[in-house]
Every structure is written in C-alpha cells, then in structure tokens.
C-alpha cells in the first residue's frame, strides 16, 4: 500500500472514532485496532493523537475553502444577484458539511471547547465561516446591495451561526442525509430568514 492511502486510511479510521467515541475517549490502541496497522506504523505518519486530530481538521478546513473557492468558479460574480450569490454561497456550505458526517460532528460537537491547538483549529474554522460572511456583507454594503445601516459583525455572526447549527441539527442529531433539493430547501429557508438586509 502507499504511504498517502495508509496515511489517509489511519486518518478515515480515526475520523470515525473520534466522531463516535470523541477526543478524549478515543486512544491511539483504538485506532490502530480499527486501521489493523502495527503500533510502529501510525508514528510513521503521525507524532501522537492530537498530531492526527488536528491534520483531520487543517484537511476539512483546507477541502471547504477549496470547495468555495471552486464553486466561485461555476458563477459570474460580476452579474449574480446579491440574493443569488448569497443562496449559492449558504448553499455550497450546507453540501459541504453534509457529505461528511463523522467531521459534521467532529468540527460542530466533538471539537467544541477542546483545549490548546485543538481548540485553536476547531476556532480557525469557525472563524474563517464569519470573515468570509463578513467582507461579502462588506462587499454588498460598498456595491450598494446590502443595506449600510446594519451591523455587519452581529448579522456575520448570525448568518455563520446558523450554517453551523443547521448543518449540525441536520447532518449529525437527526442523522439526515440530505439530497440537494432538501439542501437547496434548507438554503432558502436561511435566505428567507435575511433577505430583510439586501435591497
């Protein structure tokens, strides 16, 4: 086997576990039962427990930007309606965090109040969500499409909130899986919920 498809099958092994079991609960004996790897093959590729928690996290936080990033490319962002853009950037979100579940949970349950560079990943993510709803809310305000008198910073933070606790409530309590045209459901309902703050 290759040392990246070994790598990311101790990594697919522990996602499970840690969404399963949580952080704490998991030890490196359990991941290396559930990977059928000798003890010395997961140093091979990882220092510790924390060292795979955290590349399980730097992975989804670095594949979500990719995918916004990607998704950018398939709209022209010169004529899209604010509302459009909007519904499509909650959107793009939503299916993100849906097609995974076991990280669903780590990142939206597992991670939260975890100490140290744990912490300070599962932090990076969520604040990465806000600063981007923050310069589009910016950037609507400047192209005259959002109206200028709101607080951008608390309607940032509701927005973010509530693309995490839906895909939370969805994705990892009630253990849906969700087919694009509920998702597109649930991105409209999000719409609906601020569509007082555009023109």
Known sequence: M????????????????????????TQISDIIKNARIARGTIYQYFKNKDDIFITLLKNFYEDWLKQLTLDNKSIDLKTIDPKDYFRHRVKTTLTFLANDQHLCNIVLRIGIGLQGDLGVVINRFEEK???????DLLLGIKAGNVKKDIDVELVASLISGS??????????FKNENKKENEIISLSEKILSTYENIFY
């Open 2 to 25: 290759e040392a990246s498809q070994r790598k990311q099958d101790i990594l697919n092994y522990s996602k499970e576990l840690f969404s399963q079991k949580g952080y704490y609960n």
């Open 129 to 135: 969500i806000n600063n981007i709803v923050v310069n």
């Open 163 to 172: 693309l995490l606790y839906t895909s939370y409530h969805y994705f990892v």
